[in-house]
């Protein structure tokens, strides 16, 4: 059974920072790319950042410079370190497996609220 569970969210004042985490069993995790994404009431979940096996990133415009995606292969998880947060990233904050054995995986989501 595949399970991701994030944790890490909460409150802070804009430009503070916080760490996402996200906790991965049931797969060989270091062979799959991981993912983060975001969602915000009424909207579409969006794509915040990626992460290969081997460490390849990918961001998304908005959080380019401040958002860092990396993964820790041992403990079978991702993170998102987010810097010089702004008002504008108070989302639900999501972590995804895009693709395993026909499908795709999501978390249960962390909220981030940015806010003074």
């Known amino acids: 059974q595949v399970q991701l569970v994030e944790s890490g969210g909460g409150l802070m004042q804009p430009g503070g920072s916080l760490r996402l985490s996200c906790l991965v069993s049931g797969i060989t995790f270091s062979t799959v790319p991981m993912c983060w994404y975001r969602q915000t009431p009424g909207n579409e979940r969006e794509f915040v950042a990626d992460?290969?096996?081997?460490?390849?990133?990918n961001y998304a415009d908005s959080v380019k410079g401040r958002f860092t995606i990396s993964r820790d292969n041992a403990k079978k998880t991702v993170y998102l370190q987010m810097n010089s947060l702004e008002p504008e990233d108070t989302a639900v904050y999501y972590c995804?497996?895009?693709?395993?054995?026909?499908?795709?995986?999501w978390g249960q989501g962390t909220q981030v609220t940015v806010s003074s």
């Open positions: 995804q497996v895009p693709y395993w054995r026909g499908q795709t995986y």
């Open positions: 992460i290969t096996g081997v460490g390849t990133t």
